[in-house]
């Protein structure tokens, strides 16, 4: 069993670093990819302040479907290009939404969700999916959460066979 280190009194880049390398930690000699997005989705749950939902949709016949994550429950299938997660994916860019409400065609899951960040899972030029992260807090994410989260991002597609999983 993986103990987790703890972030308090780091500066957000100092605790992203100390987080990619927990889930090297936790992914060396690992290549599921469920088991190891499930574990992701658990670890930045719990470590990142003021997130009400962490979570992975994979890309499967064109749309985007649910997989491993902390929190409510949540939508199941999201088409390329609806919402914050359909758009990233579309982009194949990371999408950062101070303000859920302002976006146009929002998808609420939660209604609690004021503030968002979805980063898209590539990996050998084909989108598997994304890692979606909300907040209760309007603005809540950055460019060091964008930073840090896409090098995490980049830690899973390599660490893990995700091809099995997205079609």
């Not at 084909?126 to 959460?145: A, C, I, N």
Request: with cysteine; net charge negative; proline share 4%.
């Amino acid at each position: 069993m993986h103990q987790l280190d703890s972030l308090s009194g780091l500066s957000k880049s100092a605790a992203y670093s100390a987080l990619h390398a927990q889930l090297a930690s936790l992914f060396a000699g690992e290549r599921n990819g469920i088991a190891n997005s499930a574990n992701a989705a658990a670890v930045l749950f719990h470590a990142l302040p003021d997130v009400n939902w962490v979570g992975f949709y994979f890309l499967q016949d064109g749309e985007l479907v649910l997989g491993p994550f902390q929190g409510k429950v949540a939508c199941v299938r999201i088409r390329l290009g609806a919402g914050v997660c359909g758009t990233a994916a579309l982009r194949r860019e990371t999408v950062v939404v101070p303000d859920v409400h302002a976006f146009a065609g929002h998808i609420a899951c939660d209604a609690a969700s004021r503030s968002e960040i979805v980063v898209p899972l590539i990996g050998a030029g084909r989108l598997w999916g994304v890692l979606d992260l909300d907040s209760p807090s309007p603005s809540r994410f950055d460019r060091e959460d964008r930073e840090g989260l896409e090098a995490i991002a980049a830690l899973l597609v390599n660490a893990s066979d995700l091809d099995r999983f997205a079609t």
